[in-house]
């Protein structure tokens, strides 16, 4: 019998995730104001949870907002929210660990001494439609210009994707594809709407290396690589040279490497590339596994679910 239930922890009170609510005048409902993670449990396992809690710490610190609940106070409240879903230790689950800036007067200016909130909500793992890992996701650049990153810096992972929202909401309603490739005014590549973004140039695997979050995915990908005896490298792509690529992925916590089989161009012009993903994208997704498999065999500090 499945009896999994969907929690979520608001301030550490636990209720049904459609039951959970934040004040209407807290910071992150009126202005964004707030930081996330998402990460996932695998056999019980967070997966590379240090790295998420050093960056919900970094884009805290990018945003001058102190975090009332300590590490230890934020980790009993995932384990707690998890153990109410009731979850068997074989389920993948995703886990939204969201902070607030907190309640305070309606004004833009944190005021001193605001105590943050903390919401987790704990799902299974979303399951992607199979047609985007056996035939691939289909891109498309969008009109919607990134922000520049002197302006929003890319690495604070906050409560507020507008500008990601319209660029994905452009290209699903103008050009009919799943999702956005972001590029500066410029024209140099960033990102997709919330994943990491590859591209094989010249037999090269490269991401771009400014304007994106520095995605968890991202950094483990390039470890595993060089673990399995390839290379992989970070540069700044301008839209002209993806006009060579032969191959494209993304990457992110919750899709893993998804295949790119197109990416259609402001121009029109449409970029095809191997159904399912060509040999570079296998291999890298092969290699990932592997690393996945053994991060978690060799890191069970991080069981979450027991
Ligand atoms: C804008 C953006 N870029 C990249 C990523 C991928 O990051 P990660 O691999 O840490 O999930 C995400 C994930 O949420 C994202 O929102």
């Excluded at 922890?9 to 005048?25: D, E, H, M, R």
């Excluded at 909401?169 to 590029?183: H, K, P, S, W």
């Excluded at 259609?264 to 690393?291: I, S, V």
Aim: proline residues 4%; contains cysteine; negative net charge.
């Amino acid at each position: 019998m499945n009896d999994f239930e969907e929690m979520a922890s608001v301030g550490g009170k636990i209720c049904p995730i459609g039951q959970a609510t934040v004040p209407a005048i807290d910071r992150g409902f009126l202005y964004g104001d707030s930081v996330y993670e998402v990460f996932r449990i695998v056999d019980g396992v967070a997966l590379f949870l240090e790295d998420h809690l050093q960056r919900l710490a970094n884009s805290a610190s990018l945003v001058h907002m102190d975090i009332s609940d300590s590490r230890d106070q934020l980790l009993s409240q995932i384990r707690a929210t998890i153990k109410a879903t009731r979850a068997q230790p074989t389920r993948q689950l995703f886990i939204r660990l969201q902070v607030s800036r907190g309640v305070g007067p309606i004004d833009l200016y944190p005021p001193a001494g605001i105590e943050s909130l903390t919401v987790i909500l704990v799902k299974e793992l979303p399951t992607f439609k199979e047609q985007l890992y056996s035939v691939g996701i289909r891109l498309s650049v969008s009109k919607v210009r990134r922000n520049p990153s002197d302006a929003l810096d890319p690495n604070i992972k906050g409560g507020n994707y507008l500008n990601n929202i319209l660029a994905i909401t452009q290209v699903r309603n103008e050009v009919g594809v799943d999702d956005a490739i972001l590029v500066t005014s410029d024209g140099v590549i960033t990102e997709a709407s919330n994943s990491n973004a590859w591209f094989v140039i010249g037999g090269k695997l490269l991401t771009p290396v400014r304007g994106n979050l520095r995605g968890i995915t991202k950094r483990h990908i390039h470890r595993a690589v060089e673990i399995a005896g390839q290379t992989s490298d970070e540069a700044d792509l301008h839209i002209d040279l993806i006009r060579d690529a032969s191959e494209c992925f993304l990457s992110s916590t919750t899709r893993g490497i998804m295949p790119c089989s197109e990416l259609t161009l402001e121009d029109g012009t449409m970029l095809n590339f191997p159904a399912g993903g060509g040999e570079m994208t296998r291999l890298t997704q092969k290699a990932f596994a592997e690393y996945t498999r053994s991060y978690i065999a060799n890191n069970p500090q991080n069981t979450l679910l027991c």
